[in-house]
Structure formats: structure tokens, C-alpha cells
């Protein structure tokens, strides 16, 4: 893989932060998975990836409408996320997922 | 049947319009008024588009048996005797799992794509969707 040829394109957050009585686990999940969807401009059906740490990452692949090819559940601590983008860059570069 | 085992679902607040509408005796899904897709279980989001711009309604509670299994060891909650897991269609679109309702637990009584018609059963403050044959 040369450098550089697998990017991030989106990154979001949940849409408030603090106390969000009005959403669950997943809702949280997915209100930042759908905000970094529109920050890539892309939407559910574009992605056949999904990684995520705590909840199980087919189950918010399906809560988004996502038909995943690819997931990554690794739980390991707070840097979970660090290893998620290492593992989604090797699964595109070997072709497990894709990005178009 | 022995109802204190029987495991029953928590509301969230994605999903307590759906538990308030089973509890009335009403079956509410949700579409997005973007794309025109109905689709459950609820959630406050289009899955085939990603739009935010959803809205609850009354569902028809008319639907047809997709897919069952009988099982022949019920879990604790279930009763003693065989009952059917199925997967019905709902006549707006979506698929949801449920069992069926007043009715053999038999293939002979249980035809795929026969027409259901929901019905709902209380469990203390959670009412929970079954089909029955139409017309039972």
C-alpha cells in the first residue's frame, strides 16, 4: 500500500454533547456514525465497513442500514479507536472492504 | 403460559412510541418522508437513506407468514408446548419477527404467505405484537 492512499473523509461526534436523554446506546452510535456520513457526504448504503468498540459492530451496521462485508469489534481500552483506523486502512488496502 | 420469566424488552426513547402504540392496540412504524420507506424496528433515522426526516404512523396491522421454525424446547416464559418463532411481512413492507397466535403450532395450520392480522397481549406495562389468521 503506498502512503497516503487510504485518507479519513469523515469525522463527527454526536450531534450535542453532555446529557442526550433522548437517545440509547445505539442512538448515540448512530447519530455520530450518521454525522460523519454527512460530513463525508456519503450515506448508509455507500459503506460496507463498520468498526466500533462496546456495542456489537454488526448490530449498528444493521441499525444504520448497512450490509457490512467487513467488521472490526476490537474492545481493547480507550485507544480501541486508534486500532479501528489501522485495521479499516489493512481491510481496503487487502480488499475486504472497499471505498467507492 | 407462566409469564414472570418471560424476558421482555426495556423502551428507549427511540422506541417508546412503538411500546405506547402496542400497549393501545395500535402497530406503529415509521417512514421517512424523504424516500417514502417504511421500516422497523424503530429508530429515529431512514436505514435505506440516512434522513432524519421521519414520522410515526398507524400501521394497517395486516400482514402474511414469511418464515417459522417450531420449536420444540421453549426457554423459560415460553410454556411447556411447541410454539412457532416467525418472520411475518407487514403489508406496508417491513419484516418483523413475532410468533402466531391463535392457531395450531402445526405446518398443517401454519401456511407460508398465509394472511395474519395483529393482535396484542399483555405482559405487565409491555404489550407485545403477535399474529393471528385473518379473519380468527
Not at chain 1, 502512503?3 to 445505539?26: F, H, W, Y
Not at chain 2, 395486516?62 to 408446548?81: C, E, M, Q, T, W
Request: with cysteine.
Amino acid at each position: 500500500m503506498k502512503p497516503g492512499s487510504v485518507a479519513v473523509v469523515g469525522a463527527a461526534e454526536t450531534t450535542r454533547m453532555g446529557k442526550i436523554p433522548e437517545l440509547s446506546v445505539i442512538g448515540l452510535h448512530a447519530d455520530a456514525a450518521l454525522n460523519a456520513l454527512a460530513d463525508a457526504g456519503l450515506k448508509p448504503c455507500d459503506i460496507d465497513g463498520v468498526a466500533t468498540a462496546g456495542e456489537n459492530p454488526t448490530a449498528i451496521a444493521h441499525y444504520l442500514g448497512i450490509t457490512p462485508k467487513w467488521v472490526d469489534g476490537t474492545a481493547v481500552g480507550g485507544c480501541s479507536f486508534m486500532l479501528h483506523v489501522r485495521h479499516a486502512a489493512a481491510a481496503i488496502a487487502s480488499g475486504l472492504c472497499t471505498t467507492c | 403460559m407462566p409469564n414472570d420469566q418471560r424476558p421482555l424488552p426495556t423502551p428507549t426513547p427511540e422506541t417508546a412510541h412503538f411500546w405506547e402504540g402496542c400497549k393501545a392496540g395500535e402497530l406503529r412504524l415509521q417512514r421517512c418522508t424523504g424516500c417514502d420507506g417504511s421500516y422497523f424496528p424503530p429508530r429515529p433515522f431512514c436505514p435505506a437513506c440516512g434522513s432524519r426526516d421521519v414520522e410515526v404512523y398507524a400501521a394497517s396491522g395486516k400482514a402474511s407468514l414469511y418464515s417459522y421454525v417450531i420449536n420444540h424446547r421453549p426457554p423459560p416464559g415460553f410454556g411447556s408446548d411447541p410454539y412457532a418463532i416467525a418472520v411475518v411481512t407487514l403489508a406496508e413492507g417491513p419484516r418483523m419477527m413475532t410468533n402466531i397466535v391463535e392457531s395450531p403450532q402445526t405446518p398443517e395450520a401454519l401456511k407460508l404467505d398465509m394472511p395474519l392480522t395483529v393482535t396484542f397481549e399483555a405482559f405487565g406495562e409491555i404489550a407485545l405484537p403477535f399474529f393471528k389468521p385473518a379473519g380468527v
